[in-house]
Each structure stands twice: as C-alpha cells, then as structure tokens.
C-alpha cells in the first residue's frame, strides 16, 4: 500500500519568513495530493490540493509544487503569520483507492512573531 | 449544509464500558471514513465505506472495534470493551465518489477511557 513521509516533524520561523514542508510517497499510481491544517483541538482542513496533471498550483501564500519522476510534493508558505501555526498533514491517494488517503505524520509549524 | 456531524463531542467512559460514536456525512457523499488521532500514532484510517459498504477495515485495531453504516446517513463506531489505550479524538470524514476526492472531517470525538 501507500507511504507517506513528512519533513520536517516541527518546524520554527520567524513571522514573514517563508516555511516549506515536504513529502515523499511510494505509490507511483498516487494521483491526488491534499495538504491539510489542523488548528489546536480543531478538525484538518484541506487548505490546498494538487493533481498528478499538473506540476504547481498557487492560491495567495501558499503554494505546492508536485515532482513525480521523484515521487515527491512539497507545501510553500511565504510570508508567514502566526495564524499559520497549526499541524499540517499531508497525504497522497489512488482514483481506483475509493478516495482513501494515506497521511504524512504532520509537522508542527509555529511562527514566532 | 451544516457539513459532518458527530457525537458525542466528549466521551468519558471506564474501562470495560461500550462506547458508540456516531456520524452523518454531508448529504450526498457516498464516501465515509473513521480515522483515529493520537500524538503517538497521528492520524489512522481505521475503516471506510463506499455507498454504505465496508471497502478497506484494515485499520481496525482489533475485534473490539466494530464499524456500521445502516443508511447513506448515518454511521457508528463501536468499541466493546473500551480500554484506556482507546483514549483518542476519532473523526468521521465524508467525500463525493466521483469527481471529488476533497474528504470533510467533523469535529471529532474526544473519547477518554479511566
């Protein structure tokens, strides 16, 4: 089945700095990748997504970038605001999976203001 | 739409004691998963269903958990007999089967077992 690794596990900036968190997967059939934020005692909340079709996609801050030859995607923030922190998970899932997704471990973004 | 519901929000239970958590997936979604968060594990997959059939159980940590989806509106998670290593915040999630892979998490169950 799919493997999902996430890096880092916690991540510090500064407020205004740009953050990035990368995951790796293993299944090649993987062709949908979500990127969830997980406020304190609150529910994950899909905050951007990709398709194997296409290799970026942006919305204002953030931004994630799909390599599928490396079997890798990563989540870019640009300038930071200590409202970005939260747990960010990602995940990776298979059309012929029923939608099931596999997630990363999570990193733990905290932005120092 | 008021999105995915559970309940209860807060379970307290002791060790031994039944426990049932329930879920209804936004109306329209054939997809419904239970996941599972602990800081030790993070999040699991512990079973999902497709138009009310369990498809992938392979999450379930044993035979004390069990999973139904009786309709397109409801399902229940039950654990028979709960113990303290249970203690967990479960979310249900639902999704479209076609077309959208975008999953909605409800608010969770915090269940604590004494």
């Known amino acids: 089945g799919e493997n999902v690794e996430q890096h880092p596990s916690t991540l510090s900036v500064q407020e205004g700095d740009s953050a990035v968190i990368k995951c790796t997967y293993s299944?090649?059939?993987?062709?949908?990748f979500p990127w969830y934020k997980q406020e304190l005692g609150k529910r994950p909340q899909l905050i951007i997504d990709?398709?194997?079709?296409?290799g970026e996609k942006k919305d204002q801050r953030i931004a994630v970038t799909l390599n599928k030859t490396a079997k890798h995607f990563s989540l870019h923030i640009t300038e930071t605001q200590p409202e970005d922190s939260a747990v960010y998970f990602c995940?990776?899932?298979?059309?012929?999976?029923?939608?099931?997704?596999?997630f990363g471990g999570g990193t733990r973004l905290m932005v120092k203001p | 739409d008021a999105g995915v519901i559970q309940s209860p929000r807060h379970e307290v239970t002791e060790m031994g004691q039944e426990v049932t958590l329930r879920c209804k997936p936004i109306?329209?979604?054939?997809?419904l998963f239970w996941y599972r968060q602990t800081m030790m594990r993070g999040l699991e997959l512990l079973i999902y269903?497709?138009?009310?059939?369990?498809?992938?159980d392979s999450g379930m940590p044993e035979d004390r958990f069990s999973a139904k989806m009786p309709n397109a509106s409801f399902s229940t998670l039950k654990i028979q007999p709960s113990e303290p290593r249970d203690s967990a915040v479960y979310f249900c999630?639902?999704?479209?089967?076609?077309?959208?892979?975008?999953?909605?998490f409800g608010p969770g169950t915090r269940l604590t077992v004494l």
């Open positions: 269903f497709n138009n009310n059939v369990p498809i992938d």
């Open positions: 299944d090649s059939a993987s062709n949908y």
């Open positions: 995940a990776a899932s298979t059309s012929n999976a029923g939608n099931m997704l596999t």
């Open positions: 990709i398709r194997s079709n296409v």
């Open positions: 109306s329209g979604h054939n997809s």
């Open positions: 999630a639902s999704s479209q089967r076609q077309g959208r892979d975008e999953q909605f």
